[in-house]
């Protein structure tokens, strides 16, 4: 777990100090006769966006394991740095080394999205809250034993992510986020890749 704060921390680090140094950079190598170009974010005001992705999960607490998910998230950028975002991401088993048991994961989350202003490509942080249902399912239970229920309970996450353009309505993007609940529901990091297209553009 350390290990994973760790690794984020640095990532996190280095996507700001690109943000910080980028724009000074370009400025400087700008030639003479043309003035320089300030750096923006790829996001446009009042545009609305959809991001089909996999994900994978890992670091899961309660000594559980890491397991395969798919999601969708539907965002609104107010600005080119201010958006938010509505996302389902469902985790399939953490459980993927117990063939009797199956703990399945279901977040739904409304989330902030900060965008840095880069050229080329986008840095962003977020942050959100929601609810997490973590659904559990026994094949062969014991009349003797005790499992635990499903349930569903009031979960936050934060992390951040980049996004790349790939077309003229496409963009290629990694999110890495941490997903913590407020009891007893599995905490747990998230790494996916999706891509996300504008659904209505100005």
């Not at 690109?18 to 000074?24: D, G, I, K, Q």
């Not at 320089?36 to 559980?64: K, R, V």
Request: net charge neutral; charged share 15%.
């Amino acid at each position: 777990m350390r290990s994973c704060v760790r690794i984020c921390s640095g990532l996190m680090l280095a996507v700001a100090a690109v943000a910080v140094h980028s724009a000074p950079v370009r400025a400087q190598s700008a030639p003479a006769t043309q003035p320089a170009q300030t750096a923006q974010s790829l996001a446009e005001p009042h545009t609305l966006t959809l991001t089909p992705f996999l994900s994978t999960a890992f670091g899961t607490s309660q000594d559980l394991g890491g397991s395969l998910g798919l999601g969708v998230a539907v965002g609104y950028d107010l600005t080119r740095n201010i958006g938010f975002e509505g996302e389902i991401g469902h985790v399939f088993d953490v459980l993927g080394n117990d063939a009797n048991q199956d703990v399945s994961i279901t977040n739904y989350s409304a989330n902030g999205v900060y965008h840095f202003d880069v050229s080329r490509f986008t840095p962003y942080a977020t942050f959100g809250l929601g609810v997490e249902h973590v659904g559990r399912a026994v094949k062969n239970p014991d009349p003797l034993a005790i499992y635990a229920p499903s349930g569903t309970e009031v979960a936050y996450n934060f992390g951040g992510g980049v996004k790349y353009p790939v077309s003229e309505r496409f963009l290629a993007r990694a999110d890495l986020r941490r997903f913590q609940s407020t009891d007893l529901s599995p905490d747990y990091w998230r790494l996916y890749g999706g891509l996300t297209f504008w659904v209505k553009r100005n």
